[in-house]
């Protein structure tokens, strides 16, 4: 037998083999199936007979309370604890209860009606609003029009352009008859439907406004919000204006299903999630320079103009006041984006445009698992420059080993150093494990010989830094994602963002850090967004889903640049343990940077959960001393940032609460 018929002759004895080993495996795997088919019917049999047992039937009030037990325990385990579970249940009804006050409770009386429109302004501003109409019911468009013509600010026009097919003649019919009792309702009925796109561009076509606002055909606008509108174009200048919002069903806009209350102009946000939505106004000016809607993107026509419009603006100021009513119905976007599931790809497709206008490329846009136009940006490092890693370390060698393995062993960037900076440790283990450590060449342990100061601490680490790009890292923190160094320097590398935080989880999975909120807590100087929530939860409006603009991060895991913590002298040291890293933020937004949170970043922090503050955790009257002086410092120096509050958590919002819980009492409408 020659080579190649001995190798035939292998390969067929291989086959043989495995087909024989493979028919044995299928004859016993059908043997349990049949044994496991009779079990079951065995089983079935039984639970029947249990069910239409006395016994069964007469202890159905202790599996209806079981029932009701199990299912607030698994309510305690989403929300992360009992009282989390408390301020949301908490928070429903007082959003219940402010539904009315945020709907026809904040329409304005007759007197409040009369001294708007009296109101003498020193410009002289007309609105131009344009609303594309299709197929509009008549109870939608009529509620609409009406809803225009109500404005206490009464110098405007409406521009409607209707694309209704040949069965929907009564849509022109309606319109004619408004514009022929109201010269300022102008209706153009168009020989084709042209997309959404086309028809709000052929509105456009007839206005003569020196601002342009976008409404659609069948939702509502409250009574003041081009008063409103007005105030902000006279005192501020704005060219690019927007309000807060509700989505309602039914017959009255009082049948509110989200309340949702937005954060000033968040240029991360807005990439990610079209946010602003209505009710946008704009100066014609920014517009001629912009241009209006791109057919291309039809279905997110908003999201591209928005994103274009607020690119060139010199001014954007939103109203903390929902002043729009957007209608859910079957069939709308409001209701359900797979009602138009193009829109998805059309998102995605204008805030690439965005990006690549912006500059950037490599860029990649994916949904996120809050909901399909919400998305996460992926964007390409333009180089991968080293990274320093600053731990302060006391003792503690634990918690620094689980902190170190994590970094070494799970971090897919590779070009990084750690060093750890050794503040009055006093336990021989502690520096054995400094002596192990320095045996590899990415980490050093460098001595500070003063009082623990933690801005001190990380003052003199940097000097020993070699890298580009600072990490500010706790020495009781883990490493859970491997692409973390990534997703903090995809941010930090920008020349607009100063300082980026990531999500930080307790030993349970609930949040630690999701960014940090100016104002909120008991004394009311900061505090974390979305505190204890549980990791599965989707956050505000889905906020925990993309990363998004913050006033500050926590220096637990902080990413900056060099060059940006010499600009600012570093950590303020006369802050010595708390509030250090939201002075250093505040310090970088001052410079015209912005903070960045991603959630893609994800460690673990094992803070105790019971810490929420230095005070609660103030072992001593002397702690709580230092804690107190270090407060009103920080009050002191950014006394007006914390007057003005948070540009990013809304001011509807109380700041005793971490998850966004509704003020007791709305922000006035008509004020």
Known sequence: MNLQEDTEQKKCDYYKDLYEKEHKKNEELTEQIVDLEAQNADLTYKLDKIRKSKLWKSIYPIRLAYSHLKNLVTRIRRYGNLRNLVDKIRSKRIEKAAYKSYGTLSMPDEDTRRKQRETDFPRNIKFSILVPLYDTPRRFLTEMI???????????????????????????????????????????????????SGNTNKCLEMATGDYIGLFDHDDILHPCVLYEYMKVICNSDADYIYCDETTFKGDSINNMVTLHFKPDFAIDNLRANNYICHFSVFSKELIDNTGLFRSEYDGSQDHDLILRLTHNAKKIVHVPKIMYYWRSHAGSVASDINAKSYAIDAAKGAVAAHLRQCGFDGFKIESSRAFETIFRIRYK???????????????????????????????????????????????????????????????????????????KINNFGEKSAKGEYLVLLNNDTEVITRTWLEELLMYAQRPDVGAVGCMLYYEDYSIQHAGIVLGLGAHRTAGHSHYRMNKENLGYMGRLCYAQNVSAVTGACLMTSREDFEAVDGLNEELAVALNDVDYCLKLRRRGLLNVFTPFAELF???????????????????????????????????????????????????????????????????
């Open 146 to 196: 009406d809803s225009v013509k109500a404005q206490t600010y009464e110098n405007w026009e409406l521009c409607l352009a209707d694309g209704s097919d040949a069965q929907h003649g009564e849509v022109g019919d309606i319109c004619r008859e408004y514009a022929s009792a109201d010269d300022r309702i102008k209706y153009k009925k168009l020989e084709e439907n042209l997309g959404i």
């Open 381 to 455: 490092l333009l180089d991968k420059p080293l990274i320093s890693i600053l731990i302060p370390n006391r003792d503690h060698v634990s918690d620094l080993r689980r902190c170190i393995d994590s970094i070494t062993t799970r971090s897919s960037y590779e070009n990084y150093e750690i060093i750890v900076i050794e503040n009055n440790s006093t336990e021989e283990e502690t520096f054995e494990y400094y002596e192990a450590i320095e045996k590899h060449p990415a980490i050093s342990v460098v001595k500070y010989s003063g009082e623990f100061n933690y801005s």
């Open 605 to 671: 922090h094992y803070e105790s959960r019971s810490r929420g503050t230095d005070v609660t955790d103030a072992a001593d009257e002397k702690n709580a001393e230092r804690y107190n002086r270090e407060c009103e410092l920080f009050k002191q120096i950014w006394k007006d940032e914390l007057e003005k509050g948070d540009p990013y958590f809304n001011p509807n919002f109380s700041l005793d609460h971490s998850n966004f819980v509704l003020r007791g009492e709305p922000k006035s409408m008509v004020g």
